[in-house]
């Protein structure tokens, strides 16, 4: 249940049109439900302003839909992350309203369009790091933000970054993916007052040890106001964009 639901059920009660009596019953079920294999949040958007994120990773397609059908009895713009082909083609299949990302491995549930807030940017360094930086965007839009996507600049080619430098400015979060040495959260960092969210990317040759390298050198960034997510993380980088974009909002 999301905070305009609950200020409803609220508004019917103090009109009289609702007794507390089935208030009661309807808020029952709140914080949580125990599914047997997952105990499911419901009460996330009120304290975070989403619904709980459904990792499909290491779960079976049933399992994804199942959670997904419980939280769409409460909630719109469901995310499911790390979706394979699988796990895509059972919401595909399940009746639930969705959308789906397969480049970004996401399927959304019960997907409602939105005017954006503010703005993230999410950058990429280079074509290979897309997956993850799709990841960031579709989650970090399905949030209720406002998205702009710079790919491709990385610093084998700084040229193509500095035509982007009054956008990167007017950001709120700035998202960047990068893979190999992962050198490109640290450029931005360095050009911008704005929050940098470093993303390492599996992406490299063998000695970048599955965006190890990467992850070091993004937090041994001597650039201020740069942070760092775990490898491949897009959705958690998108989950602070979010937070970060949406207190800027308030503020202004």
């Known amino acids: ?4 639901k609950v200020k409803a059920l609220l508004e019917e009660v103090a009109r009289g049109t609702l007794s507390p009596e089935r208030a009661l019953a309807r808020l029952r079920d709140l914080p949580v439900e125990d599914l047997g294999f997952a105990r499911v949040d419901l009460h996330r958007s009120l304290r975070h302003g989403v619904p709980e994120a459904v990792f499909c990773q290491g779960k079976t397609p049933e399992q994804v839909v199942a959670i997904l059908r419980r939280l769409a ?7 499911a992350t790390r979706a394979d ?3 895509l083609q059972a919401v595909a299949e399940s009746g639930l309203p969705h959308r789906l990302h397969p480049q970004a491995r996401i399927a959304v549930v019960r997907p409602r369009d939105e005017e954006g807030l503010g703005l993230v940017v999410v950058m990429s360094a280079g074509t290979s790091d897309l997956p ?3 990841e960031a965007a579709i989650a970090c839009e399905t949030m209720g933000n406002r998205v702009e996507r ?3 600049c990385g610093v084998a080619g700084l040229h193509r970054l500095v035509p982007h430098l009054d956008r990167l400015n007017e950001a709120n979060a700035i998202v960047v ?3 190999m040495e992962g050198a490109l959260p640290s ?3 360095g050009l911008v007052d704005r929050p940098v969210i470093a993303v390492p990317t599996s992406v490299g040759y063998g000695a970048s040890f599955g965006g190890i390298a990467a992850l070091l050198a993004m937090l041994n960034s001597c650039a201020p106001g740069v942070s760092v997510v775990n490898i491949d993380n897009g959705y958690g980088a998108a989950a602070q964009a979010n937070q970060i974009n949406k207190l800027a909002a308030k503020v202004r």
């Open 85 to 87: 082909e699988r796990v």
């Open 1 to 4: 249940m999301d905070r305009e």
């Open 73 to 79: 009895e409460q909630h719109d713009n469901i995310l």
């Open 177 to 179: 993916v990068a893979g």
């Open 187 to 189: 450029v931005v960092g």
């Open 132 to 134: 993850v930086a799709e």
């Open 150 to 152: 710079i790919y491709d």
